[in-house]
C-alpha cells in the first residue's frame, strides 16, 4: 500500500535524558509532587515515556534515593515523560511532562 504523499513522517525526539532523583519531601507550594507519608513503606520513583517504563529507583523507606539514569530515547516528538513517586500499595504523587520541539 503507498503512503500518501500528504502524509508526513512523524518526528522523534532523540538522544539521551538525564534524570537525577534526589528526594521526595512533604508537599509545599513550590514542589511539584503532592506526597503523602509512607507509613514506614519503601517507595520508589518510575519515569516513563508515554507509558512505557524506562527507569526505575530503588525502594527506599527514607524517600533519599540520589540515583541517575540515561535514558536513551527516540519517541514522538508529542510524548509526555511521566515521573511517579509510588509505595507498595499507592501512587503517592504524579508529574507530566509534554515534550516539546
Not at 519531601?25 to 524506562?54: E, Q, R
Not at 525502594?59 to 507498595?88: G, M, V, Y
Amino acid at each position: 500500500m503507498a503512503k500518501s504523499m500528504e502524509e508526513k513522517p512523524k518526528l522523534l525526539f532523540h538522544g539521551t535524558i538525564q534524570a537525577t532523583i534526589f528526594n521526595a519531601t512533604p508537599y509545599s507550594p513550590s514542589f511539584p509532587f503532592n506526597c503523602v507519608c509512607t507509613n514506614g513503606k519503601p517507595a520508589y520513583v518510575t519515569i516513563n515515556i508515554d507509558n512505557k517504563k524506562v527507569a526505575k529507583t530503588t525502594q527506599e523507606r527514607e524517600c533519599l534515593w540520589n540515583q541517575t539514569f540515561q535514558i536513551q530515547c527516540a519517541h514522538p516528538e508529542d510524548s509526555t515523560i511521566t515521573i511517579t513517586l509510588k509505595s507498595s500499595c499507592s501512587i503517592l504523587g504524579r508529574f507530566h511532562m509534554q515534550a516539546k520541539r
